[in-house]
């Protein structure tokens, strides 16, 4: 049976078998072919390990390979945990399909279980009187709101429930909102939150900025209640039909490019990668973990001379969505270590 590969964010007991030692821990993500485990140090990549849950106090084991290992640096520049992504082995034995059985029924009933209430939205202003409006009138418009006077409140609530959708305030005490909406990039369960930017400063520069972040609407005060009414259910619904969801966000001045391709190729990701630099964007496509083809709204060269390009970017944002992208013929060959020590080597013969 084929069974799918829906990964869902699960804190699970697990205990990791290496080298004869018995290491105690948890998950952080679950699908039928693997799981992130938080761990540091972590395991190198390559370790051979025996996995071990209990979900109903059974013991289950199965066998799995390290394929990507995330140091404590690393995780904190992403904003994730340490720890060590595992692939499960194909099921060769008995206990192998009973415990791949046990994943399949955990992944039912967490998607099973999930709430099916009113669209949640967290609404940050400093503005207590407009907040409360806010807060009033969302709520008789069937949202369950959670409010917050300022930017550390607002990344509190929405790690604390994740939101269907959030507006938020860009000029906010304590962490303003552009910073609230990079925190959230920084959280795979987050990333993919349509976030609303509201300001009384509705210039090209702050609208720019605002969607080069991450922000999906950008709304200058003053405004009526039943626009910003209209305007979360519609983003609450696109997100939750969405099937391109955004898994990453953030800036190259904290995650340099290759680092970030490195990554990819590592966890085998598919999908596209956007970065936006000045008034460029350009769009990297993943197939498994390999580029596929690179375009650029400022260079129309081939996909290999964009990315080369590209790679040359010290600074802007980069926004990462999952997907299968539109690719009928590959455009690139290689390996992404290859494609990197080429760009080195390029780069190393321009500045003799």
Known sequence: MRRRNNRVAMNLPVEVIAGGKKLRAVSQDLSALGMFIRMSPPLPAGT?????????????????????????????????????????RDPVRPQDEQFADAVHRLLDSHSKSREKTEIRIVVGDPETRLLERLSTALDTAGFSVATATNGMEAIGACLSRTPDVVLIERHMPVVDGLHVLQEMGRHAELASV??????????????????????????????????????????????????????????????????????????????????????????????????????????????????????????????LSAGTPAVAHPELQGSITHLLLEHARLRDEATR
């Open 48 to 88: 051979v390990v025996q996995i071990v849950i209990s979900p109903n106090g059974q013991r289950l084991v199965t066998t799995g390979q390290v394929t990507h290992s995330m140091g404590d640096v690393e995780a904190r520049t992403l904003g994730r945990f340490p720890g060590i992504g595992v692939v499960f």
């Open 194 to 319: 349509p976030v609303m930017i509201m300001s009384e400063d509705a210039s090209d520069l702050a609208r720019l900025q605002a969607v080069q972040l991450g922000a999906m609407d950008f709304i200058p005060k003053p405004f009526t209640v039943l626009e910003v009414i209209i305007r979360a259910r519609r983003w609450a619904r696109a997100s939750q039909r969405d099937t391109e969801r955004v898994v990453l966000r953030g800036a190259l001045t904290e995650v340099a490019l290759a680092s970030l391709l490195t990554m990819f190729e590592t966890e085998r990701k598919t999908g596209q990668l956007a970065v936006t630099r000045d008034q460029s964007v350009a769009w990297i496509d993943f197939v498994e973990g390999k580029i596929v083809r690179a375009r650029s709204s400022s260079n129309d060269n081939d996909s290999r001379a964009v990315l080369m390009d590209v790679l040359d970017w010290q600074a802007g944002y980069f926004e």
